[in-house]
């Protein structure tokens, strides 16, 4: 994932904070440059992202709809393990970031029922002046069946 441009906007952190069910966000929340945006928050990049896969496009089939979702993507079938994130400043309203992924380390673990592969993927969110904000870390696991566990 690649993002030029990840306007934290007042109005998007808003609805964000009702759909996670925070007690101020029905009182008329803080939405100023001094409230802190929601950790979780810079997910949302991914919407600013052209080639994110659940991103949908006028009349393009796509995975992740409820009516007609094809079947997974080449490479997809794993599952979402973990998600890190290390802040480096506070995410604010007002905030124009970008962000950047990256291959992480890759391991795997073997038990009865086959091989699990993780694999990680780093995002590196920065400000408009390039300075660091948040690092995310997520965690995919797929397994490989051994072919005496698949009969």
Do not use: C, N
């Not at 009702?18 to 100023?32: F, N, P, Q, V, Y």
């Not at 945006?37 to 991914?46: I, K, M």
């Not at 393009?60 to 802040?87: K, N």
């Not at 992480?104 to 091989?115: A, I, M, Y």
Request: charged letters at 20%.
């Amino acid at each position: 994932m690649t993002v030029q441009r990840f306007p934290i906007e007042a109005g998007q952190v808003l609805v964000f904070r009702r759909a996670l069910g925070h007690a101020d966000a029905e009182r008329g929340a803080d939405t100023s440059s001094d409230a802190l945006v929601p950790a979780t928050f810079v997910q949302a990049s991914a919407h600013f992202d052209p080639d994110y896969i659940l991103r949908p496009r006028p009349g393009t089939p796509w995975f992740g709809s409820g009516r007609d979702a094809g079947s997974v993507p080449a490479g997809g079938g794993g599952l979402h393990a973990e998600q890190h994130y290390e802040f480096h400043q506070p995410v604010r309203v007002g905030m124009v970031l970008s962000a950047t992924e990256r291959k992480g380390r890759t391991w795997q673990k073997t038990g009865r029922s086959g091989t699990l592969q993780f694999s990680e993927w780093i995002t590196e969110y920065v400000d408009a002046d390039g300075l660091p904000v948040v690092t995310a870390t997520s965690v995919g696991v797929q397994q490989q069946h051994t072919t005496e566990a698949a009969r």
